[in-house]
Each structure stands twice: as structure tokens, then as C-alpha cells.
């Protein structure tokens, strides 16, 4: 399985994380069903690639649970590259998908606290971590984004990405 790939630039800048392939942490997935998560090519869009990427949108977590901004607007078939960090003092992540399979991943997340993610569509970051994630929105609707870390989206860490 492939880990989030974490580089240090210089020495003195912050760790970058990039959105890859897998689950990490160690963690068994042996009898959960991934591929809901995995999405490739759905409602809620496709990974996109960084040169095709039209802007940058900024996105801020933080330990009030909160995503800044937690409403973003996009148009049908861009890409974008989320610059995403972490000013909290504990690890959050973004997810991108449908409400339904975040709620049932997140119940997932809760019976196997720690587990980090590597897909194309989520990203974990440690305390004062920064890292991208790119997004390809192929259709017109609402795509959801939160944190799973268990009781973060429960605690109102979530948003809407608005495609249209």
C-alpha cells in the first residue's frame, strides 16, 4: 500500500503531505470494504491532476472543528488544487464524498480509532502540517468534505463544495 508521502523542505519549513493510494498506520482493513471511499470517478468528481489545475483554493482546519472556508464554490469540470493545513494542536483531515459514505466511513473510524488515510480523495495532516490535495468536480450538485477522525464530523467538521 502506498503512505502519505511527507517532504521536508530546507529543513525549516513545515512537513507538505500529498493526497496518495492506501491506508496506513498499520491498520488491518482486511473485511472493510474501501472502495466506497476510493472514489474514482463519481457524483463527487475524480482526482485531478496538478497541471490541469485552474486555482488554488486554501482551506483551514482547526480544533474547534471547523473548516475555513466551509463552503466553496466550483465550476462543472474544473480542478483544483486545495492547499489544506492544520492549525490545530491534533491531527485532521479532508475527505471529499457524498454524505452517506462519510457517515458510514466515519462509523468505520470510530471501532478503528488512529487510522490514517492515503487516497486520492482524503488527506490527513498532523498538527502544523500542510499538505494538497487535487480534485477534478466532473458534474453539476453539492460534494461534501469532512474530517473522520472519530467525532470530528459529529462535531460539526464538515463542508459543502458547490459545483455549478
Not at 523542505?9 to 482486511?30: C, K, N, V, Y
Not at 488527506?123 to 502544523?128: E, T, V
Request: a positive charge.
Amino acid at each position: 500500500m502506498k503512505k502519505i508521502l511527507s517532504v521536508l523542505i530546507f529543513g525549516a519549513l513545515p512537513t507538505f503531505a500529498f493526497a496518495a493510494g492506501g491506508h496506513s498506520d498499520g491498520h488491518q482493513m482486511q473485511g472493510h470494504d474501501m472502495s466506497k471511499m476510493n472514489v474514482s470517478n463519481s457524483a463527487t468528481g475524480k482526482p485531478g491532476k496538478a497541471s490541469n489545475a485552474t486555482r488554488t483554493i486554501e482551506l483551514v482546519m482547526n480544533d474547534s472543528m471547523r473548516f475555513t472556508p466551509n463552503t466553496i464554490n466550483v465550476k462543472p469540470g474544473e480542478t483544483v488544487r486545495f492547499f489544506i493545513k492544520n492549525v490545530g494542536k491534533i491531527p485532521h483531515e479532508m475527505v471529499i464524498g457524498s454524505a452517506s459514505e462519510m457517515k458510514e466511513h466515519a462509523a468505520m473510524m470510530r471501532k478503528m480509532p488512529g487510522m490514517k488515510h492515503a487516497e486520492p480523495n482524503m488527506i490527513s495532516l498532523n498538527p502544523g502540517q500542510k499538505g494538497a490535495l487535487v480534485w477534478e468536480f466532473t458534474q453539476a450538485g453539492t460534494v461534501d468534505f469532512a474530517c473522520l477522525i472519530s467525532g470530528h464530523m459529529e462535531a460539526g467538521m464538515l463542508g459543502k463544495i458547490k459545483v455549478g
